[in-house]
Every structure is written in C-alpha cells, then in structure tokens.
C-alpha cells in the first residue's frame, strides 16, 4: 500500500525566515494535497498538484511535485506567526482522482515572533 | 472554493449510547463523500467512503456495524457511531469530491469532536 512520509515532523522558525516542508511518496503520486490544521479543526485546502514538475503558488507558499511524481516540497517564503499550524499532505489512492486520501503524518509548524 | 459543514462541531456522549455526525454540501451535490477519523496527534485515517444511494464502503479494519454511514441526498452524508465507547473518542472529519476527472478537488468539513465518557 501507498504510504507517505513527511518530513521534518515539527519546525520551529523565526518570524521572516523561510521554510520547507517535504512529503515523500512509495508509489507515484497521481494528485498531491497539501493542507493545514491546526489541532481540532479541520482542514484548509491550500494547493493540489497533478503534474510532474509543477508548481503552484499562492501568496507565499509554493508548492512543487518533482518530475518523478514520488515528492513534494512547500515552501514558505518570510514566516508569520499566521502560518503556525499542521501541515498535511495527501494523496489520491488510485490513479487518478477519486478524492479518497491517505495522509502523511504532519509537520508541526511554529513561528516565533 | 466548496464548502463542506460538519455538524455538531463537538459532542459528548455516554458510553453506549449512538451518536450522529452530518457532513452536508453546501454549494455544490457530492455523489461521493469520505469519513476520516483522527486521534490525537495523529494524522487522518481514512474510514469509509460514502456513495449517493448506495452502500458505504469501509476501510479495513474498520466495522460497518459500527459506524453507519447513510448517503441519501446529493448534499447530506451522516455518520453514526453506534454503542459508543471511550475508545471511540476521535475527531471525525469528512471530505467531498467536486469536479470532474482531471479536475477533481476534495474539500474538508470543520470536523467533529466526540468524547465518550
């Protein structure tokens, strides 16, 4: 079965600082998912990625899947204590978009002020 | 984009008693919807998927019995976590699937907390 595999698991950054967050698949990833939680709520959608090398971006994340479709990286550009939170990624079991999701086990973002 | 609305937020309940989750489309019909369920500092685990009109199909390991889930609108998924147990308290979240093929998205509701006690 398809498993990923995060990494780091927890981060903690300076306010302003930039960061990365990796997610890495077993199998090829036909629909990538990065998300963020934070603890009890639930989960903000924040790009998908289908593509190999393709990269989203949205203010300052961005998102790439490399040309292998097996990893995934998020970049934060100039931290703020706004982006603190759990960041997930998911991917789509089958081949192609079915929307059923496994997750890999989060990276615990905190940005110090 | 989508929204998708859990409800309650959170609930208590006695042990052994059932408990019902909704997880509802507001904008858009969702033939297919998912249950997750996430233990404290874990990630989610996928539970069952939810189709419109049809029976649910459950992730192994995961009892059917359990965990009724009925699908009977385009719009409106329930999960019902029968016989409650401690060990049942989770945070429980669903997801639904808009567009189609290669543009397929899937939203997440707000999720629900159930303690048993």
């Known amino acids: 079965s398809q498993e990923l595999e995060q990494s780091p698991q927890s981060l903690i950054v300076q306010e302003g600082k930039n960061l990365t967050i990796n997610c890495t698949s077993s199998?090829?990833?036909?629909?990538l998912y990065w998300y963020k939680q934070k603890y009890g709520e639930g989960l903000i959608f924040l790009m998908m990625l289908q593509k190999g090398g393709e990269e989203k971006s949205h203010e300052k994340i961005t998102a790439k899947l490399d040309e292998k479709k097996q990893q995934s990286s998020l970049h934060i550009t100039a931290s703020q204590p706004s982006h603190a939170g759990i960041y997930l990624c998911g991917a789509d079991v089958g081949s192609g978009n079915t929307g059923k999701l496994i997750f890999g086990q989060g990276t615990t973002l905190q940005v110090k002020p | 984009g989508a929204v998708v609305s859990q409800h309650p937020s959170w609930v208590i309940c006695k042990s052994g008693t059932s408990v019902k989750i909704e997880c509802r489309s507001l904008d858009f019909q969702a033939t297919t919807m998912f249950w997750y369920r996430q233990f404290p500092k874990q990630s989610l685990m996928l539970m069952a998927t939810s189709n419109e009109g049809s029976k649910a199909t459950y992730e192994q390991g995961v009892e059917k019995d359990k965990f009724l889930i009925n699908h009977a609108s385009l719009t409106l998924s329930t999960l019902t976590v029968t016989s409650a147990h401690p060990e049942d308290s989770s945070f429980y979240i669903c997801s639904a699937l808009v567009g189609q093929l290669m543009n397929t998205e899937a939203f997440f509701g707000q999720g629900t907390r159930l303690t048993v006690v």
């Open positions: 199998k090829t990833l036909y629909g």
